[in-house]
């Protein structure tokens, strides 16, 4: 691997090459998972990670934990797994840049804040924000002062603040969720990729790992009474709105009349796994048993017939990931019963051939796999990219 840059790269190996969402480190982490678990080998791990670092690692401001130094890092770190220090001096290297990177996006948060401006999904979501990098954190420096002062941030983004004359959560961004899906004045996103639910799924999983700073148990309060409100009941089972508009906030009425599709990245399943984690991590049985219950509903019948791809983000192998993870601490048997059925659906809708990519594509549809076959947690632990261990 050549050294890392603050600049961004271009050629055949710059975003597609250093992307965990669609590039070659998917690919990779499956590589080194399998290597780990004997159902593939270290010379075509090696060779994967290799491919998926062959050139300069982005680590410019840009970069977050599907893109870049943080995804490298990452990668290479799955691959210590088994307790053998692989690629040292990488680690080593890319830790620096990632350490700089967090302190420079801390301040950039900073300098919003102070300026009265709304924030952007890039500042927070997981994808390429500050809570992606809090994922990283807690799996390679959970006592460092970045980690703290990155949950005080998280803890502060979850105070309402003006914008614009309206009381709004802090998360607030002024775009839209998606170019297609316009919400004119900006929305409050609820999902694990963008939105609240990955800022309590970080909060909580801070919490049960023993790391802690002031603000941190009211701020996951805050956030659980936030999905309270906006729980909607059905037959069905419990769901929530994707996101929320300027007048669904001022008249308390979610203009979604229906559940999406359960889904890890915008559904109940990121939803409620994010809840469990927050009730366990609270002491609070009665809420981990509504957030269970949640998830259970929407691995059955109408709900789970909403899903049909395959892949992580918004499919069947994020919601087995998802799953797989919550019965673990489950206080029942039901999302665990409910798996070897869902196993069988992700065996049967394989992805595109030629899309290796780890969110919509072969290597996260293949890790899910994975985790279905053995029924036991992956060992390189990937799934903390997704907030859900």
């Known amino acids: 691997m050549t050294a890392a840059t603050e600049q961004p790269t271009t050629g055949a190996n710059g975003a597609g090459g250093q992307s965990l969402a669609t590039g070659s480190v998917g690919p990779a982490l499956l590589a080194i998972e399998q290597a780990l678990t004997s159902t593939g080998d270290w010379t075509a791990a090696r060779h994967l990670v290799a491919q998926a670092t062959g050139g300069p690692v982005d680590a410019g401001r840009h970069a977050g934990l599907y893109y870049g130094a943080p995804a490298v890092l990452f990668m290479l770190n799955a691959a210590t797994a088994d307790g053998n220090d692989r690629y040292v001096a990488a680690r080593q290297h890319l830790t620096s840049h990632v350490r700089r990177l967090v302190r420079d996006r801390l301040t950039d948060a900073d300098d919003r804040l102070r300026h009265g401006q709304p924030a952007t999904f890039a500042e927070h979501d997981l994808f390429y924000g500050l809570t992606g990098f809090g994922a990283l954190l807690l799996q390679i420096l959970p006592d460092s002062d970045e980690l703290g002062d990155l949950l005080t941030y998280v803890a502060q983004l979850t105070e309402p603040r003006m914008y614009g004359g309206q009381l709004l959560p802090g998360w607030w961004v002024d775009h ?138 918004h499919g069947l192998a994020g919601l087995h990931a998802t799953a797989h993870r919550a019965a673990q601490d489950a206080r029942t048997a039901d999302i665990a019963a409910q798996l070897p059925a869902l196993a069988a659906r992700l065996t049967q ?13 072969h290597s996260g549809w293949s890790l899910a796999l994975e985790t279905a076959r053995t029924s036991t947690p992956p060992r390189t632990r990937w799934d903390t990219c997704l907030l859900i261990a």
């Open 349 to 361: 809708r394989s992805p595109r051939p030629d899309h290796a990519g780890f969110l919509t594509g």
């Open 176 to 313: 839209d969720p998606d170019p297609t899906l316009p919400t004119p004045g900006g929305h409050a996103n609820l999902g694990m990729a963008h939105g609240a639910a990955g800022l309590l799924a970080l909060l909580a999983l801070a919490t049960r790992n023993g790391r802690q700073v002031d603000g941190q148990t009211e701020a996951i309060e805050r956030l659980c009474a936030w999905f309270d409100q906006w729980r909607q009941d059905t037959a069905q089972g419990p769901w929530w709105p994707q996101w929320l508009t300027r007048d669904e906030l001022r008249t308390g009425r979610s203009k979604q009349e229906v559940p999406g599709r359960p889904s890890w990245c915008y559904g109940a399943p990121g939803i409620a796994r994010a809840l469990q984690l927050a009730a366990i991590a609270t002491n609070q049985p009665a809420r981990q048993t509504a957030a269970e219950t949640a998830l259970t509903a929407s691995m059955t019948g109408p709900q789970l017939d909403r899903l049909t791809e395959p892949g992580i983000c």
